[in-house]
């Protein structure tokens, strides 16, 4: 049975990486996936991960204080729940309680990083498996036999800090950029990043009708952060390159696209 197993960011990639390498010692038929280490090198991931979406029995959304608000990981979790029922799809938290979690993913049953609720995820996950589920017995014996490390391991895991709100206008994260680059209002050209968003936005369009899709997804892939994303997101509004649907996910304006049909050498 296929595991699709969800992450955003540093700590949850490790923890993604930890329930790859651990989960099949309780369910020994289970094949977790992880796009980092699973997509082979030449592949598009993007077309790699809508089919493993498709193929999956089961969702794991790993969600951690500093990815409580990603994008990719909401758009992962919508994916998963559309193809599956809500009850293959297990948000594992860590270094967070059910209480702190709100928005798409606190649909699910979560499970925190105790004994009883790890238990009842790979109980959940050996009914997902039918006809070639584990007996109750044998799974409870593989589950005392190998929770110890499983915990040890996930407790060595150094909690990063929940995301900040904060307010608009005094958002740190751009610091590095010179101040005359912060105003976007002032912006003229796009740059280096804002030509690679376009590009990417570009790449979305089948059949003349573009994939609208998270801007966490877009930037996937054209070594612009997603935190810088939202900056330059921001700087492509201003020149009326890029806007947004109601969702709030980044599409081409006509003007747009007139820039990058304009510039063939891009």
Same mark, same amino acid.
């Given at each position: 049975?296929?595991?699709?197993?969800?992450?955003?960011?540093?700590?949850?990639?490790?923890?993604?990486?930890?329930?790859?390498?651990? *989960?099949?010692?309780?369910?020994?038929?289970?094949?977790?996936?992880?796009?980092?280490?699973?997509?082979?090198?030449?592949?598009?991931?993007?077309?790699?991960?809508? !089919?493993?979406?498709?193929?999956? /029995?089961?969702?794991?959304?790993?969600?951690?204080?500093?990815? *409580?608000?990603?994008?990719?990981?909401?758009?992962?979790?919508?994916?998963?729940?559309?193809?599956?029922?809500?009850?293959?799809?297990?948000?594992?938290?860590?270094? *967070? !309680?059910?209480?702190?979690?709100?928005?798409? #993913?606190?649909?699910?049953?979560?499970?925190?990083?105790?004994?009883?609720?790890?238990?009842?995820? #790979?109980?959940?996950? /050996? $009914?997902?498996?039918?006809?070639?589920?584990?007996?109750?017995?044998?799974?409870?014996?593989?589950?005392?036999?190998?929770?110890?490390?499983?915990?040890?391991?996930?407790?060595?895991?150094?909690?990063?800090?929940? $995301?900040?709100?904060?307010?608009?206008?005094?958002?740190?994260?751009?610091? /590095?950029?010179?101040?005359?680059?912060?105003?976007?209002?002032?912006?003229?050209?796009?740059?280096?990043?804002?030509?690679?968003?376009?590009?990417?936005?570009?790449?979305? #369009?089948?059949?003349?009708? $573009?994939?609208?899709?998270?801007?966490?997804?877009?930037?996937?892939?054209?070594?612009?952060?997603?935190?810088?994303?939202?900056?330059?997101?921001?700087?492509?509004?201003?020149?009326?390159? #890029?806007?947004?649907?109601? $969702?709030?996910?980044?599409?081409?304006?006509?003007?747009?696209?007139?820039?990058?049909?304009? /510039?063939?050498?891009?």
């Amino acid at each position: 049975m296929k595991v699709f197993v969800s992450w955003s960011g540093e700590t949850s990639h490790r923890v993604a990486l930890l329930l790859k390498e651990r *989960l099949p010692s309780f369910l020994p038929g289970i094949e977790p996936w992880v796009s980092s280490v699973d997509i082979a090198k030449g592949v598009r991931w993007s077309h790699e991960i809508a !089919t493993q979406l498709d193929q999956c /029995n089961f969702g794991i959304v790993c969600v951690d204080p500093s990815n *409580l608000k990603s994008n990719w990981l909401n758009f992962e979790a919508g994916a998963l729940s559309k193809s599956l029922d809500n009850g293959r799809v297990a948000p594992f938290l860590v270094g *967070l !309680t059910p209480s702190e979690v709100a928005g798409p #993913i606190s649909q699910f049953q979560m499970t925190t990083v105790s004994e009883s609720d790890v238990l009842r995820l #790979i109980e959940s996950m /050996n $009914q997902a498996m039918g006809d070639n589920k584990l007996p109750i017995a044998t799974l409870r014996d593989n589950f005392s036999l190998f929770w110890p490390a499983i915990r040890g391991d996930l407790s060595g895991i150094k909690m990063p800090a929940p $995301q900040s709100s904060t307010p608009p206008g005094n958002d740190t994260r751009y610091d /590095n950029l010179a101040p005359a680059s912060l105003d976007e209002g002032k912006a003229k050209e796009p740059d280096e990043a804002d030509i690679a968003i376009l590009k990417a936005l570009a790449g979305r #369009i089948v059949g003349g009708h $573009q994939q609208l899709v998270p801007v966490d997804v877009v930037v996937a892939g054209t070594g612009v952060s997603p935190a810088s994303a939202e900056y330059h997101v921001r700087r492509l509004k201003a020149m009326d390159f #890029i806007n947004s649907n109601p $969702q709030g996910y980044p599409r081409l304006t006509p003007k747009g696209l007139e820039f990058l049909g304009d /510039n063939k050498h891009l």
